[in-house]
T-cell receptor
Framework: NAGVMQNPRHLVRRRGQEARLRCSPM?????VYWYRQLPEEGLKFMVY????????ESGMPKERFSAEFPKEGPSILRIQQVVRGDSAAYFC???????????FGSGTQLSVL | AQSVTQLGSHVSVSEGALVLLRCNYS??????LFWYVQYPNQGLQLLLK??????LVKGINGFEAEFKKSETSFHLTKPSAHMSDAAEYFC????????????FGAGTRLFVKA
């Protein structure tokens, strides 16, 4: 399966811990997008990355959240000192050079206790 | 900046009835518009996209959408609903003015009654 792979599918953290969410884009894709989905709120854009570059992070909270997409390996969304309000489904999507159609992973459901 | 508004967070239809999910967009440039579908516990899948080639766009599973510039609308339709169409549907616009990110509407959950 050469689709977008996200892991873990479910992540449980206690308040104050760190959460690391991983996303491997489709083969050949160099554009990665992270979205957060809360119930009844749709998908909210967080960050758009290309290899080794953050292109648009206008949707990222100013504190505790960071993202990277290194030259080798998956893209990582990192949330430090998690709070209950961070509980949500986090989706990663990738696209090819055209930046048109997005291919989504199955998401990571983060639960903060 | 581009944005999309989906009218109706929930829509319920009977099996075999017409499906109409509404989407209005705001864009200062000719838009790229999309409809995505999300089944429970899954990521989004592309249903169809508008890229200015034709105003009536046909997608997968019998869905289609019509781009109407005068109404700034891109409503999704299907002539006859099937139980398997029950899902959440998202209208989206690609923001070409600021970084090429895709902006999603809040979603419309479609219920199909037997």
């Amino acid at each position: 399966n050469a689709g977008v792979m996200q892991n873990p599918r479910h992540l449980v953290r206690r308040r104050g811990q760190e959460a690391r969410l991983r996303c491997s884009p489709m083969k050949g894709h160099s554009h990665v997008y992270w979205y957060r989905q809360l119930p009844e709120e749709g998908l909210k854009f967080m960050v758009y990355l290309q290899k080794e570059n953050i292109i648009d992070e206008s949707g990222m909270p100013k504190e505790r959240f960071s993202a990277e997409f290194p030259k080798e390996g998956p893209s990582i969304l990192r949330i430090q000192q998690v709070v209950r309000g961070d509980s949500a489904a986090y989706f990663c999507a990738s696209s090819g050079q055209t930046n048109e159609k997005l291919f989504f992973g199955s998401g990571t459901q983060l639960s903060v206790l | 900046a581009q944005s999309v508004t989906q009218l109706g967070s929930h829509v319920s239809v009977s099996e075999g009835a017409l499906v109409l999910l509404r989407c209005n967009y705001s864009s200062s440039v000719p838009p790229y518009l999309f409809w995505y579908v999300q089944y429970p516990n899954q990521g989004l899948q592309l249903l169809l996209k508008y890229t200015s080639a034709a105003t009536l766009v046909k997608g997968i599973n019998g869905f289609e959408a019509e781009f109407k510039k005068s109404e700034t609308s891109f409503h999704l339709t299907k002539p006859s609903a099937h139980m398997s169409d029950a899902a959440e549907y998202f209208c989206a616009v690609r923001d070409d003015t600021g970084g090429f990110k895709t902006i999603f509407g809040a979603g419309t959950r479609l219920f199909v009654k037997a």
